[in-house]
T-cell receptor
Framework: KQEVTQIPAALSVPEGENLVLNCSFT??????LQWFRQDPGKGLTSLLL?????REQTSGRLNASLDKSSGRSTLYIAASQPGDSATYLC????????????FGAGTRLFVKA | DTEVTQTPKHLVMGMTNKKSLKCEQH?????MYWYKQKAKKPPELMFV???????INESVPSRFSPECPNSSLLNLHLHALQPEDSALYLC????????????FGEGSRLTVL
């Protein structure tokens, strides 16, 4: 059964710092992995989608990597800003055993001005 | 247009009321989803429609009744809800069921009195 874990659960950093959020999954048979951002009381905003055949994706200050063999993905945020404060969730689409996307519990990020 | 639109944004209802949540997308996606999210938890899958047919029902109580009138619309009919059903209800869509990027709406905040 696929399980997705995100570490740390919460993170507080000063503005300008580069940071890494971690996501691990137990079954390497995945179709894709997606990173989302969620502001309090709002929906999920898709940040990056990495297909199983890809190693990384970049969008602006964000870079996500995928290592299927080790069951890990990282989201790198460069030069963090207070506006980056949100909860970041990773989600895995399983390659076998059903259609249900599996979400991690998220990392709550606070960037101090 | 990469939008999923949900209405209403907020809904307060009594336990005897009947109400509906609505979701619309015009991206040509053929898979649509309802999720329920409690505070500080990841989204939990409720229902999935693929090509307007119900594909997944995650053992959701019958007081929640989904409907997919056409490929762009998804409804969630609510009847005789309990206070513990108060949550953020999120609609999402993807090109097809198994693969592709998930796009979420802003959610409908439901309060059951």
């Amino acid at each position: 059964k696929q399980e997705v874990t995100q570490i740390p659960a919460a993170l507080s950093v000063p503005e300008g710092e580069n940071l890494v959020l971690n996501c691990s999954f137990t079954d390497s048979a995945i179709y894709n992995l997606q990173w989302f951002r969620q502001d309090p009381g709002k929906g999920l905003t898709s940040l990056l989608l990495i297909q199983s055949s890809q190693r990384e994706q970049t969008s602006g200050r964000l870079n996500a990597s995928l290592d299927k063999s080790s069951g890990r993905s990282t989201l790198y945020i460069a030069a963090s800003q207070p506006g980056d404060s949100a909860t970041y969730l990773c989600a895995v689409r399983p390659g076998t055993g059903g259609f249900k996307t599996i979400f991690g519990a998220g990392t709550r990020l606070f960037v101090k001005a | 247009d990469t939008e999923v639109t949900q209405t209403p944004k907020h809904l307060v209802m009594g336990m005897t009321n009947k109400k509906s949540l609505k979701c619309e997308q015009h991206m040509g996606h053929r898979a649509m989803y309802w999720y329920k999210q409690k505070a500080k938890k990841p989204p939990e899958l409720m229902f999935v429609y693929s090509y307007e047919k119900l594909s997944i029902n995650e053992s959701v109580p019958s007081r929640f009744s989904p409907e997919c009138p056409n490929s762009s619309l998804l409804n969630l009919h609510l009847h005789a809800l309990q206070p513990e059903d108060s949550a953020l209800y999120l609609c999402a869509s993807s090109p097809i069921l198994r693969t592709g990027e998930l796009f979420f709406g802003e959610g409908s905040r439901l309060t059951v009195l």
